[in-house]
Structure formats: structure tokens, C-alpha cells
Nanobody, 120 residues
């Protein structure tokens, strides 16, 4: 059974940095892409950043130049380095992975979410 195990997050002040990591465990054949979404209560989940197995990245405009996504393919782990955090970055951050699982089904898997709160 595939699981995404997240770590990191927490409380930060404006201008601070935080890091998130997410490891995909279990049995699967192909890891196409991994990334991060975020969501606040009553709002839609929005894409923050995504990285393909080949290293191509995409960011939402509001985090460009501040956040950096990276991955370790050997560890099936994705990282999100968040610099110059702002209060509007406050949200629950969810890791996702686009995988082809042991039944040869391609689907998205989701982590449990980790809270990031930016406040002075």
C-alpha cells in the first residue's frame, strides 16, 4: 500500500524559512511527479509546486523566487524549501505523488497534510 509520509512545517514569522519533506513508501512502479498543494478552510486546494522525475518544475506565481522544490528519486522523496515566508503562505500543505502502482494503475496519492502558520 502506498503512503506519503510528510514532515516539517510549523510556526514561522514573516521572513523566516521552513522546509517540508515527503517520502513515498510502499510498492509502486513509476513515480511520474511529486509536488505540494495547500489549502485554507473554505477555500480550494491550490497547487504550490510540482517536480517531475526528470527534474522539471512548476510553481504558482505567488511563490516563485521564494520557494524551491526538489526531489531525490532514489529515496522517492520531495522537498519544499520555503523562504521569505509571508502570512498569506499560511495553510495546510499536502504532498501528492503521481504514481503507477503495483496494480499498474496510474493515480494521485496524497499525504495527510502538515500545517504551516506564518504570523508575527
Amino acid at each position: 500500500q502506498v503512503q506519503l509520509v510528510e514532515s516539517g512545517g510549523g510556526l514561522a514569522q514573516p521572513g523566516d524559512s521552513l522546509g517540508l519533506s515527503c517520502r513515498a513508501t510502499g510498492r509502486f512502479f513509476i513515480n511520474y511527479s511529486m509536488g505540494w498543494y495547500r489549502q485554507n478552510p473554505g477555500k480550494q486546494r491550490e497547487l504550490v509546486a510540482v517536480i517531475t522525475s526528470g527534474g522539471s518544475t512548476n510553481y504558482t506565481d505567488s511563490v516563485k523566487g521564494r520557494f524551491t522544490i526538489s526531489r531525490d528519486n532514489a529515496k522517492n522523496t520531495v522537498y519544499l524549501q520555503m523562504n521569505s515566508l509571508q502570512p498569506e503562505d499560511t495553510a495546510a500543505y499536502y504532498c501528492y505523488a503521481d504514481l503507477r502502482d503495483s496494480n499498474w494503475n496510474r493515480r494521485d496519492y496524497w499525504g495527510q497534510g502538515t500545517q504551516v502558520t506564518v504570523s508575527s
